[in-house]
C-alpha cells in the first residue's frame, strides 16, 4: 500500500469524523468539509501521479470517481432519499475510494461500498429510531395511538387484503411471506409515521434557524407562503420569518452521516482482514497496482 492510498483513507476518515460531529451538533454538514475534501483528494492524487510509474492514471480515476458518485449523489437527492449535506458528502467519496488505478477493479469498489452502505443505512435508522423511542415512550405511544386513528381505514384495508392473501399460502408457500409483509406494512409505516412526527418535530426558535432547515408545515409570511420544500429554507426566507415570528416548527431528520463513517471503515477493515481471493468474480484476486491481501 503506498503514501498516496495511505492519505486518502486518513483524509477520508478524519473528514467524515468532522462530519459527524457536526451532523450530530447541528444536524447539517458545513459545505467546507465536502468541497475541501475534494480538493484536498484531488490534490494528493495528482502530486502522487507526478512521481508515479503509471502516468495520471490514479489521477485520473478520482475524477471519473467524482463524476460517478456526483451522479449517485444526485440521483438520491433528486428522489429525496439524501438531504443536500449528505449527497454532496456522498459526491466527495468519489474523489475517495478510487483506490486502484484499473478501473473495473474501482467499479467492483464502489459496489461493495454500496452493498456495505445500504445495509448498515438501514440496521442504524431501526437502532437510531429504537433509541428515541425508548428515550421517549410515552410520548410514542399517544402518537401512535393517534396515528393509528387517522389511518384505521387504510390499516384495515391492508389486514383484510393481508389475511386474504395468507390464506394463499396453503396452495404457494411463498403467498405466506407476501400476506404477512402487506399484514405488517401499516404497522410499519405508522411506527415511522409516529417516530417523525411524535420525535422528530420541533418548535424552535427564529434566532437559531439555518439555511437548509426544513419547515414542518408551509408557512404564511404576509401575503407570501413560505413552502416546506426538501431544499429547505434558503438565507432569504429565513430573515422574512425572522421579522414576523419568534418560533417556527422544523422537522429535524436522523444523522445519516454517521453512516458513511461506519461504512467506510466497514470497507477498509474488509480490505484489511479478508484477502480479495475470497470474493471471486466479485472483487477480483488483487486490486493493482496495491495488493489488498496483505493491506
Not at 475510494?97 to 477493479?105: C, E, M, R, V, Y
Not at 383484510?160 to 410499519?188: K, T
Not at 408557512?219 to 418560533?247: H, Q, T
Not at 467506510?264 to 472483487?283: A, D, S, W
Request: aromatic content about 20%.
Amino acid at each position: 500500500m503506498h503514501q498516496g492510498l495511505i492519505f486518502l483513507i486518513a483524509l477520508g476518515s478524519i473528514w467524515m469524523l468532522f462530519a459527524t460531529i457536526q451532523d450530530f451538533k447541528k444536524r447539517e454538514v458545513a459545505n467546507w468539509i465536502n468541497f475541501s475534501l475534494i480538493i484536498f483528494a484531488m490534490g494528493a492524487r495528482f502530486f502522487y501521479s507526478l512521481f508515479s510509474n503509471d502516468g495520471f492514471n490514479f489521477f485520473l480515476q478520482g475524477v471519473i470517481g467524482l463524476g460517478i458518485f456526483f451522479i449517485f449523489g444526485n440521483l438520491l437527492y433528486s428522489l429525496k432519499i439524501f438531504a443536500g449535506g449528505d449527497a454532496k458528502l456522498m459526491i466527495s467519496l468519489g474523489a475517495i475510494l478510487p483506490f486502484s488505478s484499473n478501473f473495473i477493479i474501482n467499479l467492483k469498489i464502489y459496489a461493495l461500498f454500496f452493498c456495505v452502505f445500504f445495509v448498515t443505512g438501514a440496521i442504524y435508522g431501526i437502532l437510531f429510531s429504537l433509541i428515541l423511542v425508548l428515550r421517549n415512550f410515552k410520548k410514542f405511544i399517544k402518537e401512535f395511538s393517534k396515528q393509528f386513528k387517522i389511518n384505521k381505514k387504510i390499516c384495515f384495508i391492508f389486514f383484510i387484503s393481508g389475511i386474504l392473501v395468507l390464506c394463499f399460502g396453503f396452495f404457494e408457500r411463498f403467498m405466506v411471506y407476501f400476506g404477512l409483509l402487506i399484514f405488517f406494512f401499516p404497522f410499519l409505516y405508522i411506527y415511522a409515521k409516529s417516530v417523525e412526527e411524535g420525535m422528530m418535530i420541533l418548535n424552535l426558535d427564529v434566532s437559531k434557524l439555518t439555511e437548509g432547515d426544513w419547515l414542518y408545515k408551509d408557512l404564511k409570511v404576509g401575503k407570501k407562503v413560505i413552502r416546506a420544500k426538501w431544499d429547505g429554507l434558503s438565507n432569504k426566507e429565513i430573515r422574512e420569518i425572522r421579522k414576523r415570528f419568534n418560533k417556527v416548527k422544523i422537522k429535524q431528520g436522523i444523522p445519516f452521516v454517521p453512516v458513511f463513517l461506519i461504512s467506510f471503515i466497514i470497507l477498509i477493515l474488509i480490505c484489511l482482514y479478508f484477502p480479495f481471493e475470497n470474493y471471486g468474480i466479485l472483487l477480483g484476486s488483487h486490486i493493482l497496482p496495491f495488493d489488498f491481501s496483505i493491506f
